[in-house]
């Protein structure tokens, strides 16, 4: 067989990226965002657990603020982008 042969464009698979979403948005959707990884966090560590319920209700309220807006606009909230 050989090294070089080509390889049809039909054999090849591209990572799905609709188009539209925005790097948070997808980031949201697959929760590795950082709102989600805080809100973990705050369920994990047993000590933040009575305390975290103001910050996990901020978290997620700015989730939701953040894929309305790049639903929108198309962009990040510029708040939250960078």
């Given amino acids: 067989m050989r ?3 080509r ?3 039909k054999q090849i698979i591209l990572p799905f ?3 539209g979403f925005s790097p948070l ?3 949201i959707s697959n929760e590795i965002d950082r709102f989600s990884l805080a809100m973990d966090v705050i369920k994990r560590v047993p000590r933040l657990q ?3 319920a103001h910050a996990m209700e901020r978290f997620r309220n700015m ?3 953040c894929r309305n807006y ?3 606009h198309g962009t990040d909230m ?3 982008a960078g």
């Fill in 70 to 72: 790049a639903y929108e």
């Fill in 7 to 9: 390889i049809p464009w």
């Fill in 50 to 52: 009575p305390v975290g």
């Fill in 25 to 27: 948005e997808l980031a």
């Fill in 63 to 65: 989730r939701i603020a």
């Fill in 17 to 19: 990226a609709p188009f």
């Fill in 78 to 80: 510029p708040e939250v």
């Fill in 3 to 5: 090294a070089n042969r």
